[in-house]
């Protein structure tokens, strides 16, 4: 589960992702084969909002905020010519998290979170049971280096592999502005972009995203977890609508599309085999609302 970043407005966004049709293929060290004629599209739906609960700000302008978000996201595989049960068809997850950001003293930060949410290989709620439900709590330690950059880092606790665990926790914010921009953050995935401000309305960005979603489920007696992870390279123009509304389309190529099924074990994360969608083409459409 990923870290939700608190931030000092409220906030909404909605997104729509295709990704054309491609191969299926299994990965082991350095080579790579086509699993038959296996192949597959799929589409991402995603939305989320953000709503600060309180926010107070010190003497030297740092905020203090609690705020809860609310996200969302529902995946539709489209595929096709599979003869074993190495992918599933639709992924919902949904969560919730209380956040809480504070400064420590001029450089430093503290940013916490709680948070659960359910994970399931199915839209049926009346199939919902226990194993779906994914709780964390994670702490991170943000060094200002620069009034543009922010790195930190942390640890999270959640119950991935069943069972209560430590992981690593990782922060990055580093932004410029100007007529021409570059930013990159390490927040809900990975996004770096560099982009041109035509005007105060229309803006175009070169980026890369690491983004995906996850369904837990049993499978033959046993727990497991299918992933759906994708890199994404593309062009995107965003088109700003007053002060408080943007539409970013996106287009481009996903790289590659992580789609397998694993054991619900630790031993998965030292696994050499994995299996994946080949690159396709790749377009998303978004809407974002600040209040």
Known sequence: ??????????????????????????????????????????????????????????????????????????????????????????????????NYLRPLNERWSLRTGIGGGIFMPTTDISKLRFKNVLGSVSAIFIRHLRPNLDLGGGLALNNSFGFPMLFPAFYLNWRTGGRYSV?????????????????????????????GQMALLEQGGKDKIFTHQYVVFGLRPEIRLGKRMIIPLTFGVNATRTAQITNRSLKTIFQDKGYSFRGSLYAAAGLQIGF
Not at 4 to 29: H, I, P, R, V
Not at 191 to 198: K, R
């Open 183 to 211: 930013q990159a953050s390490l927040r809900d995935g990975l996004e770096v972009s560099a982009g041109y401000n035509f005007n105060k309305n229309i803006k175009l960005n070169l980026v890369m995203e690491v983004n």
């Open 1 to 98: 589960m990923s870290f939700a970043a608190a931030k000092s407005n409220a906030q909404a966004f909605f997104k729509t992702e295709y990704f054309g049709e491609s191969g299926y293929q299994m990965t082991q060290g350095d080579s790579s084969q086509r699993i038959g004629n296996s192949r597959g599209s799929a589409m991402v739906y995603q939305g989320g909002i953000n709503i600060p609960l309180s926010k107070k700000v010190n003497e030297r302008n740092q905020p203090t905020i609690w705020s809860v978000g609310i996200g969302g996201a529902y995946v539709n595989l489209n595929n096709k010519n599979f003869t074993q049960p190495l992918v599933i068809n639709e992924v919902l997850n949904v969560g919730v998290s209380l």
